[in-house]
């Protein structure tokens, strides 16, 4: 026989210390640090370790002996199950702060470069309400919670409801139904909760993520500036059919929200749920919506990538417009360095000047154009690669959307496309405007820039700890000017941040 496993010790009246990554709080025990989810600093409670590691262990919280002053009151009913908004528990005010200190903890301690003095973050217009576009999976079975569970009784086929929510965090196939977000405009509530009851009225099946059967699989909601609403319904269509009843949905769906401006749907055998490589259809309206930003207007389609806080994405791009036009003071800096060169939540002017005139830019990463297109008129020409084929697309249409002519888009890997040979044939960046995905900037990628050596680099990021790794990679030849944290995401601990970089030999 095995040795059985020593059971995990309760730890009484601890003392939560810090905010940690992933939204967690951590406190110090023996010579451990021990990770707890829901809970602020400044709690004292009872944890319950329930996993140990040599320098680490991970627990929960099964009673608060005194809540921290610093803590405020969630607003959702869904809070402590559904991961989204996991510092709910936190004031903004406190969530600013953390944050600011996280991309300062990253940039310092895994770049390991010489940093000015942080510009203050940027805290988010709206803190409810404040998303774009949100996705719903469709189960046949809805995620029961513990406390749930102890008061079922046996074999009643109460676990077997169906719904229409967010996946369970490590669970792929469990989904927590979700009554009311707050995290967009509450028409999408209205739509979610619609499809969801129409489809249990007339008996429609809800998919099963382990079997891959079921007809409603997935539900997108996209809404914009413009006022326009989108909506994607992803079936499952099995031997028997299933599209006749699809169609009944949508026109339901249509009849009872004019609201909705483009109403798409698909079907999708695969295993996973993403779009990208799937046909998707028009039931009803036009196959795209208009986003606003400033003057301009972008076409967002169902596979179009845009920023999902549109209010905080133009302060975003407005900073990443700043750092690559306004002109430095010296070689030796920027004043606006360590200074917040405009107040919270107030876009700056996007001053032009700096190493050119008339700079010729490379956004990478360029997604559908957006910050290609916004910088466009203030520049000789800017070129933008991305990966998606679809996004340049979009990009292309953007720019003719918006009479801007001095822009090229190319589709293909980055570290394909931007190499020594298409820099020759399209010349020497100016500025490189680079904004990655988490994974931040392949070495090669990096090796490239360097090698182009542009006067300034604008390094714009969802993920501090990869932005930290690739100026490390970057810091020979590159100096970092000025930092600006931009919450995009309240109630979450996920942060982006804007880095200005400075040749050392300018």
């Known amino acids: ?3 059985s496993k020593k059971p995990l010790p309760l730890l009484e009246g601890v003392t939560i210390e810090a905010v940690a990554a992933e939204g967690k709080c951590l406190f110090h025990w023996n010579d451990l640090v021990v990770f707890v989810p829901w809970c602020v600093p400044g709690d004292v409670c009872d944890v319950q370790l329930r996993r140990k590691k040599h320098s680490f262990a991970e627990g929960e919280v099964v009673r608060f002996v005194k809540q921290s002053e610093v803590r405020a009151v969630p607003f959702c009913q869904h809070f402590g ?160 059919g299933g599209e006749q009843e699809a169609m009944a949905l949508l026109q339901h769906v249509a009849d009872t929200f004019p609201q909705i401006t483009s109403l798409m749907y698909l079907d999708n055998q695969k295993c996973n749920d993403t779009i990208g490589d799937q046909d998707v259809l028009l039931f009803k309206g036009q196959d795209h919506i208009y986003e606003l930003m400033e003057d301009l207007k972008f076409k967002v389609g169902p596979k179009s990538f845009y920023q999902t806080n549109t209010e905080q994405a133009y302060h975003l791009y407005s900073v990443a417009r700043e750092m690559a036009l306004a002109p430095l003071s010296s070689p030796e800096g920027d004043t606006n360095a360590g200074k917040p060169a405009f107040k919270s939540n107030e876009a700056p002017s996007g001053a032009v000047g700096g190493a050119s005139p008339s700079p010729l830019i490379y956004d990478l990463y360029t997604g559908t154009g957006t910050i290609a297109n916004f910088v466009a008129r203030q520049a000789r020409q ?125």
């Open 1 to 3: 026989m095995g040795r």
């Open 382 to 506: 800017v070129i933008g690669i991305e990966y998606v084929p679809e996004a340049i697309e979009d990009a292309k249409v953007n720019s003719q959307l918006n009479g801007i002519d001095n822009t090229l888009f190319y589709a293909g890997d980055m570290k394909d496309i931007l190499t020594d040979d298409f820099i020759a044939r399209h010349g020497r960046p100016d500025v490189i405007i680079t904004d990655p995905p988490r994974a931040g900037m392949h070495p090669d990628v990096v090796k490239t820039i360097l090698r182009a050596a542009p006067q300034r680099i604008v390094y714009v990021s969802c993920n501090p700890a990869t932005q930290a790794r690739d100026l490390h990679d970057m810091d020979a030849d590159y100096r970092v000017a000025a930092v600006q944290p931009v919450d995009m995401f309240p109630h979450t601990p996920h942060v982006e941040n804007v880095v200005l970089l400075t040749r050392r030999d300018s």
């Open 81 to 240: 199950v559904c991961g989204g908004c996991k510092w709910q528990n936190l004031p903004y005010e406190e969530q600013l702060r953390f944050k600011q200190q996280q991309v300062y903890d990253q940039l310092s301690r895994i770049g390991k470069i010489e940093l000015p003095e942080f510009r203050p973050i940027l805290g988010s217009v709206k803190t409810t309400e404040y998303r774009n576009k949100l996705d719903f999976g469709c189960a046949n079975k809805r995620w029961i919670t513990k406390e749930e569970l102890s008061t079922l009784p046996p074999d009643t086929g109460a676990k077997d409801v169906p719904a229409i929510g967010f996946h369970i965090t490590g669970a792929f196939d469990k989904i927590l139904p979700i009554e009311k977000c707050w995290l967009m405009d509450d028409l999408h509530n209205q739509i979610r909760n619609e499809i969801r009851d129409y489809a249990l009225q007339h008996g429609i099946s809800f998919f099963d993520l382990r079997q891959q059967i079921g007809l409603l699989r997935d539900v997108i909601i996209r809404n914009s500036a413009s006022g326009e609403w989108l909506v994607i319904i992803q079936f499952h269509y099995d031997e028997t």
